[in-house]
């Protein structure tokens, strides 16, 4: 598969127009590149590499000439259209939630079962959850190390991983606030502006929202540990930006501070910034933008054995959604390269 033909499915939103980004500043080896999205956005023009490139309606038949697609249109548009481009011989790499559970497909983060991305016999292959990858960055190389057991989780989710809709509604209350006006909620439940939100997706009957169960499942399947006990609470928080979530992780084997900063050392896409004394830690602000995750603030956890506690931030457009899908694209030419 030396220099693909790709295709962008959701071209003109959030995270496609990432993708693009990546697949330009990461100089992708493609022979060609179609732009695919809905009606209301075909013809629209988008530069690539000093061309410009016209938006195509998508279509079933739109993958012919396709040998790995990038999907980033919502759960619905997979399931209608990615069977489609894969009996066409096409690739998918899918973002949405739709198939990340199907036996036969494949879920991957490339620092972390890269192997995955090889078995995929329904040529689809699913990109996690923006939260399970920036999490999992940071839990993998202390799995590698001392076995994890455990992940209690708490997660401070950006208002983009909304969409576009949830910061503009950030902005609008912001505003209203400053000058007095009525707050008005219509992509949230209640008021973000200066308050915290903790409900993301829809409840389930156990209690949990779809986004919590999703971190509690993903990572099973990803590190390939079907008795992983998770459990997580999701919150969404006034940042435009960035992703930060709040573990405790137990681990098989002891574990103290300085033998869990050595395990970071040499792995590709995870920081450490953990200087505390020195008023080291990440943000949010320190990933927006960047490929990598930084985790910090790590401690021994007091009341449960072999534990720690660290923070870590990722930016959930980029190495949650975007970068990820084309770091799998790039294991695919690699693989049939090699």
Not at 209 to 221: H, N, P, Q, S
């Amino acid at each position: 598969m030396k220099n693909p033909r790709i295709a962008i499915v959701g071209a003109t939103g959030a995270v496609g127009v990432e993708i693009l980004s990546c697949l330009e500043t990461r100089n992708f080896p493609l022979s060609s590149l179609k732009l695919l999205a809905s009606k209301r956005s075909a013809g629209k023009q988008v530069s690539f590499r000093g061309e410009m490139i016209t938006v195509e309606e998508l279509t079933k038949d739109s993958f012919g000439d396709v040998d790995i697609a990038l999907f980033s249109a919502g759960g619905d548009i997979s399931i209608e259209y990615a069977p489609a481009a894969a009996d066409a011989g096409c690739v998918v790499i899918d973002n949405s939630s739709a198939f990340r559970q199907d036996a036969d497909v494949p879920l991957v983060v490339p620092e972390i079962n890269p192997e995955a991305a090889f078995n995929h016999p329904r040529n689809i292959i699913a990109n996690p959850n923006c939260t399970t990858i920036i999490t999992l960055m940071a839990l993998y190389p202390l799995h590698k190390q001392f076995g994890l057991k455990m992940v209690l989780a708490s997660s401070y989710q950006a208002v983009s991983g909304s969409g576009q809709q949830g910061i503009i509604e950030l902005e609008n209350q912001v505003r209203s606030i400053v000058n007095g006006h009525p707050v008005a909620c219509t992509t949230y439940p209640r008021q973000i502006a200066f308050n915290l939100i903790p409900q993301i997706d829809k409840f389930s009957d156990c209690g949990y929202t779809k986004e919590e169960l999703k971190m509690c499942v993903e990572g099973r399947k990803i590190m390939g540990l079907p008795t992983l006990s998770v459990s997580c609470t999701c919150v969404r928080v006034p940042v435009y930006r960035s992703h930060a979530i709040s573990c405790i992780a137990q681990f098989e084997h002891p574990i103290d501070v300085e033998r869990a900063r050595a395990a970071f050392a040499g792995m590709p896409g995870i920081e450490l910034m953990d200087d505390p004394e020195n008023g080291i830690w990440p943000t949010p602000l320190d990933s927006t933008n960047g490929d990598d995750c930084y985790v910090g603030r790590i401690r021994k956890d007091q009341a449960i054995d072999n534990a720690l506690n660290l923070w870590v931030v990722g930016d959930q457009v980029r190495k949650g959604a975007a970068l990820n899908a084309v770091q799998i694209a790039e294991l695919l030419v690699q693989g049939q390269q090699g």
